[in-house]
């Protein structure tokens, strides 16, 4: 028995040595060995089969034939030798494989179970167990041109047996023949050739190409990140997941350019609208659980989820591109899958050259009128005969990205005019696209001031480059740059709706993007690189000045954060004297200045901005017609104002005096509809006693709520209290509403009636006697006239109030786009909103 050290001098916290197994390494086990019959057996040779040290690979012999010459099996099958045409040593096998793939068609990589050919120098241990010898009795061998040039997965880990196996069992690097190191970098992929995730969905993975362990192009199936629901079905004709764009409602007669984010893959997802929530339902919002998406109007709508709709035309940019970036098409088409990571040597343009469009011969090599001599000192740019050099601005998810890029045009004369335009910044910002439609039109104009030209990338702007014109072409869309001297519209090529285009100038075929430039269209978005100033007069301070605009004021807002400087412009086009004076206004300011005039302008500017001021001219009355106002505009930090004479000026035929009048200030104005007092009297006493408990905060001068009703209110409900005399809460509703107008805030000469200062809203019976009858006849039609009078009224208190709110129960959908200025709550939308208990 072994004796143990004192437990005195014992270290407890000591590791203990990890023993090997005792088991001889030098005693090879035959079938009469132990049958590892204990659990304490079967876990000591496992453990000494991880221990073991590596075979000698000069000892290996790769057999190419089961070795059952003259043996007889159990059930009675002789196995006799036959002579064997194949090689025997490792060297001849590898050679005879490869020479049998010289005869392979095409095939899909993505049907392959491979694995990258390895780098490091150590020889695969082959496989450990010969094949079955009625698995090799029974079956053929595969033939040799059958092969698939990649090296089999399970071979390459000691457990393949399939004898028809169709991959090579080696991973000789010469397997592929005399093709380049670029053409061979392969992605690896797991036993089932997976897509990224994070590289189809957000182009962006932290890893590289060669470390990940999934494929960065597209198989056709996307690994999921929950495992458990299996890999995403997706379309194999793109290279990512194709963009989901707002539905843009077509004008008559002119385009609606929306300043859409083409590049919505690297969006981050709170910025995105939930797919299910637009289409009202979301499993997340009912069940309390946190949304990776936006519950909200945001400028990009998410993806459905796995449905993609493939292009039924073949891709033939794809084979075009690989053409123009080697010199010549590859030796295999299936390694130049889109998304395939590919050398930058592979990429590299050819250098452009001026003589491919000598042939055409056209009208449109002038562009506006020559600029003024003095501004030729301020050229900075480079050109010569091959383009321009500019900068292209995107807008992208994260922000905006600069592209290098090179016009290219066939006018000397035009191109040197183009670069004047542009001017020493070589800048170009694109902050708006056009639909094909709008563009053909609209966009399109056939005069001597247009010219064309194609677009290349350099070698730094190259991916980027083609994930834009990508985007372009997937969504059949062109981008807008608008300049205070030209517009350029930059649409892709090899476009069918475009095909119009091509017959004016000849393009190369490398050329994934080309421009359009054009006299000056008005954009919805000025600022001072779209417009050209005069800065040779003081005459905005003079304007300021009259019309009382102090920009410490007007852009400071109500919370402690300053408002951002977008202007919307509310003016009609007849009034062009005051549009032009605000415009050179808040140009000055640095101000990003939006016009009325300028098609989709009012639906960018709720987009793109999050706060600013809006000026409205005292000929527009109807809010109710200002589209998505409450919705989109009084529940965030804008500003309303409205441009006409001071109420309180002295003597206005002699001396008027202009100023900025407050719109939808502060306070909120609360309707509750009939059928609420009457259907559900419990939750409308809620109601009042929240409202009543909150107007009593504020002292009387200073309240900015009131409480609005059907006419007669109070006497209304003083009549119910004898008529059912049985209910406490109707005399409880009573008493509540009564504190709203107190007796001495009632009209003397009609009691239980509000007046002006009182907190109650109600008109008298008298200015409306058909209501009472309208009211016990039809209820519905009562309600909508109740809700007709006091959009009427809210137009006439903009200048009190911000938010006008109807509560009812009778929900009729044209009521939201009817009266754009109100809120509409449901009795529980409410309740729940508020925390009413």
Known sequence: MRKTGAALFANMFKPKQIRRPRVN???????????????????????????????NLDDLIYPDKPKTSGSILKKGIAITDSPSTRPTTPEGQNTDELKGTTSLGQFNPSEALSRQFSTHNSTPTPPNEEPS??????????????????????????????????????????????????????????PRPLTCYFWYFTGVCNRSAAACTYAHWNTGFVGNLDKAKGPIEVSTELSRAPNTLEEVTKGSGAPQIGNYNL???????????????????CSNFRANRPCAYAHQDCYLVANPPGIFQPRTDPDK????RQKVATGKPFLNPDFGVRGSCLSDEALDWPAPHLSVNNSAVHSRSRILSPPAQSREHDIMIDFEEVGIGVILTINTGNGTTDLPIMLMNNSPDARERLVIEIGASGKLIIDSICLTDDFESYGYDDDETSTFGYILPTKESRRIFQTYAESLMTHNTAAVVFHKSF???????????RKYLD???????????????????????????????????????????????????????????????????????????????????????????????????????????????????PDITEYSAIPQLDFRFLGRQYEFFRLGYDPHAENLQVQPNYKLISLFPNGRVICITDDVFVDYRSEALRIVKYFVKEDALKA????????????????????????????????????????????????????????????LVSERVEFWPAYPEMWKKDRTKATECLVEWFAGWACCEVTNFRRFIVVHTVDKPNWRKQYQHLHFFSLSGFLEAHGIK
């Open 25 to 55: 390494p030098n005693v090879r086990h035959d079938e009469k060995a132990r049958k590892f019959t204990t659990l304490s057996e079967r876990w000591r040779y496992e453990t000494y089969g991880r221990t073991e040290p590596a075979p």
């Open 133 to 190: 010898p009625i698995e090799s009795m029974n079956s053929d061998p595969i033939s040799r041109s059958s092969k698939i040039p990649f090296t089999c997965y399970f071979w390459y880990y000691g457990k393949c047996k399939d004898p028809k196996c169709r991959y090579l069992h080696n991973e000789n690097s010469s397997s592929m023949g005399s093709q380049s190191k670029a053409e061979l970098s392969i992605p690896k992929y797991l």
């Open 263 to 281: 590049m919505h893959n690297f969006s981050p997802k709170n910025s995105v609208t939930c797919f299910f929530w637009k289409f009202g339902y």
């Open 317 to 320: 940019l794809l084979l075009e």
């Open 487 to 497: 517009t350029m519209i930059i649409y892709p090529a090899h476009v069918e709706k």
């Open 503 to 617: 017959s004016v100038c000849d393009f190369p075929e490398q050329a994934l993007l080309r421009y359009y430039v054009r006299s000056p269209i008005q954009s919805h978005r000025i600022n001072r690189q779209t417009i050209e100033l005069d800065t040779s007069t003081n005459g905005e301070t003079i304007i300021q000045r009259i019309f009382d605009i102090n920009p410490e004021k007007i852009f400071k807002g109500t919370t402690p954060q300053p408002l951002e400087k977008n202007v919307f412009l509310m003016i009609p086009s007849f009034q062009e004297v005051e549009l032009d004076l605000l415009t050179r206004v808040f140009l000055s300011m640095d101000a990003v200045v939006y016009r009325l005039q300028a098609p989709g302008s009012w639906t960018q500017f709720g987009k793109k901005t999050r706060s600013g001021v809006i000026i409205i001219h």
């Open 700 to 759: 009387q001068g200073f309240k900015n709520r009131k409480f609005a009703g059907r006419p007669g209110l109070l006497p209304w409900m003083f009549d119910r209290i004898f008529e059912e005399p049985q209910d406490p809460i109707i005399a409880e509703t009573y008493q509540e509403l009564e504190k709203l107008a107190p007796p001495q805030l009632q009209v003397k000469s009609s009691p239980l009636n509000p007046g002006p200062l009182a907190s």
